[in-house]
């Protein structure tokens, strides 16, 4: 007998066990794959400027538990109202993640069955973020415009007193001299 007679021969007395892989397989994949309901996922990558950006959670995101504390951010009850109604539809918190890439790139997507709307999602998603994230250094920035306003009306008050305006008059004439 022949090497090719042999072969096909053996082939012939394994055809089950060949049957399987090459043809009962891939149709069976096949059919669970348009089985399935469609999935669509929009990312946003934000970029962390550690130089300028004074949040201790962001100094070091890729420390442990920093991602973690951003995750707890990202998935807050407030944020994910928030998001819903400024992108016109409910979001599943368990269909948002939150990736940190490396030290300077966190990664936010969110999945869902319906194209439609999906980059106004992750975006109201990302500028929601970053405004939870750097809420706290926005309060201090606010407490010192404050406490600054406050110094300035207390200023502007002694300018306008009747001492000040004497004090004024007088070194003006003391000028004209």
């Known amino acids: 007998m022949s090497n090719g007679l042999l072969v096909l021969a053996s082939a012939w007395r394994y055809r089950k066990e060949l049957l399987l892989p ?28 550690t130089a300028r950006n004074k949040s201790p959670l962001l100094q070091e995101i ?17 944020l994910l109202q928030d998001t819903a109604h400024d ?20 990664q936010i997507a969110y999945t869902s069955p319906q194209e439609m709307g999906l980059e106004g999602v992750v975006d109201a998603l990302a500028s929601n973020f970053i405004y939870e994230v750097l809420a706290p250094e926005r309060l201090r920035i606010e407490q010192r415009l404050t406490a ?4 300035l009306n207390g200023l502007k008050t002694k300018l306008n007193s009747p001492e000040a305006v004497t004090a004024q008059a007088a070194d003006v004439a003391r000028l004209r001299l």
């Open 148 to 151: 600054t306003a406050q110094k």
């Open 87 to 106: 992108a016109g539809m409910r979001l599943d918190p368990r269909r948002v993640r939150l990736t940190v890439v490396n030290d300077k790139l966190i």
């Open 22 to 49: 090459t043809v009962l397989l891939p149709v069976l994949m096949a059919g669970y794959t348009l089985s399935q309901p469609p999935s669509y996922t929009a990312t946003a990558l934000l970029q962390v400027d």
């Open 62 to 78: 890729d420390r442990p538990g920093h991602g973690e504390a951003l995750n707890r951010i990202l998935h807050g009850e407030s």
